[in-house]
């Protein structure tokens, strides 16, 4: 089938496209991951994994959006590409692109950096053409998720620590949790609900530290608010369009996820404040721009 495409586009419909109101918890995942790390890099070389992770996001929502376009036409027709705002080869393009440049960033990391990186990129094009009616779709955006941590972390330290794999697998569970959410999203209703338990897995791994200090059960009772606003509108659907309002929530509370860890790996107070203000950063954003 075709697609109409439009001759121009405007700054809307690339942020759009991008899902950029959900960038806060992008950054926040490079807070945690460096943090778990343990390794010491400058604020400024930060800044550069940060936008190398930004990068292999939004392209990644760009190609998702051009692999699914004609699904789209289908089921949203109110998509940027099947609304005939922006042609689908010129999002292929800027999409791929940035996955190239997230790559090219971490290179002055180092090669293991560069590698992870690249791995980074290559499931996020596997999930993106391979996500519709695959049983393993929500593990593969949970992988995405994890190599996140993975990335910033070697990039810190060069190496894998087994607390980084501990992270990386807690938040790839509470991903697939919200990935299998997003499946019914276009419906409005949701089948079998058992798969939000993964949603527990990091409140589970950080029972043994929510007793250290103030911080730690702050962050912990944060995230187990924002997950049990998000099952009760999944459950109990109270109003039109109660599907798509828990998944946003979801999706922002990545970023208290990433406080939790970033407590639980006996980070700085500040450090886990800042992780839990991307959720109300993403909340806000995504007032303006839709997050799914």
Not at 76 to 96: H, K, L, M
Request: glycine share 10%; net charge neutral; aromatic share 8%.
């Amino acid at each position: 089938m075709s697609v109409a495409a439009a001759r121009g586009f405007s700054a809307s419909t690339l942020l759009r496209l991008g899902r950029i109101s959900n960038l806060p918890t992008v950054w926040t995942n490079v807070i945690a991951g460096t943090v778990i790390a343990g390794g010491m890099r400058t604020p400024g070389e930060i800044v550069v994994i940060a936008l190398a992770m930004s990068a292999f996001y939004v392209g990644g929502m760009y190609l998702n959006d051009f692999f699914d376009r004609a699904i789209d036409a289908r089921e949203r027709s109110t998509r940027p590409i099947v609304a005939g705002e922006i042609s689908a080869g010129t999002v292929s393009w800027i999409g791929f692109g940035l996955l190239a440049i997230g790559v090219a960033l971490l290179i002055p990391f180092g090669l293991a950096a560069t590698v992870w990186g690249a791995a980074l990129a290559g499931v996020i094009v596997l999930y993106d053409i391979w996500h519709k009616g695959n049983a393993l779709g929500p593990t593969i955006m949970g992988l995405c998720r994890a190599l996140v941590y993975l990335a910033a972390g070697v990039a810190m330290t060069g190496h894998v620590s087994l607390a980084l794999m501990i992270g990386a697998f807690v938040l790839a569970a509470h991903t697939a949790g919200i990935s299998y959410a997003a499946r019914q999203e276009s419906l409005d209703t949701i089948g079998n609900l058992w798969p939000m338990l993964l949603l527990a897995a990091p409140l589970l791994a950080a029972l043994p530290a929510i007793a250290r200090g103030w911080i730690e059960p702050l962050a912990f009772a944060l995230l187990l608010v924002a997950d049990a606003i998000a099952v009760w509108l999944l459950a109990v659907r109270p109003a039109p369009g109660s599907t798509p309002r828990a998944v946003s929530g979801l999706i922002a509370a990545i970023s208290l996820v990433d406080a939790l860890a970033v407590a639980w790996a006996g980070g700085d107070p500040p450090l886990i404040l800042a992780c839990a203000a991307g959720y109300p950063l993403t909340r806000l954003f995504q007032a303006s721009i839709p997050g799914t």
